[in-house]
Nanobody, 127 residues
């Protein structure tokens, strides 16, 4: 059974930082892709960052480049999203998602490419 368990959400003031964690199980971690997505109230779910677990290739949405960093701890099967310089517009429910068979990974941030999803956690940034 595939499981993705997120942790690390919370509330911060503008300019602050948070680190989200996504611990995975139930599928072959190597050569998979993990993505972080977010959904603000009344908006579509959007891709934020993704990583290919073999080789550490990453992709970022333009809105978070230079502020967010995705990384992994392979032995722990855990992917992190370090979020610095948070702004109120970053407020959303954040989800991690897994694509166990991404093939020739090209840095997808498309929700349709990710098969398994975590439960989501709230990130709130106040001004």
């Amino acid at each position: 059974q595939v499981r993705l368990v997120e942790s690390g959400g919370g509330s911060v003031q503008a300019g602050g930082s948070l680190r989200l964690s996504c611990t995975t199980s139930g599928y072959t971690y190597e050569r998979s892709a993990i993505g972080w997505f977010r959904q603000a109230p009344g908006k579509e779910r959007e891709g934020v960052a993704s990583i290919f677990t073999s080789g550490d290739r990453t992709a970022y949405a333009n809105s978070v480049k230079g502020r967010f960093t995705i990384s992994q701890d392979k032995p722990k099967r855990t992917v992190y999203l370090q979020m610095n310089g948070l702004q109120p517009e970053d407020t959303a429910v954040y989800y991690c998602a897994a694509d166990p068979n991404p093939g020739l990974w090209a840095g997808s941030l498309s929700r349709g490419d990710f098969r398994y999803w975590g439960q989501g956690l709230q990130v709130t940034v106040s001004s």
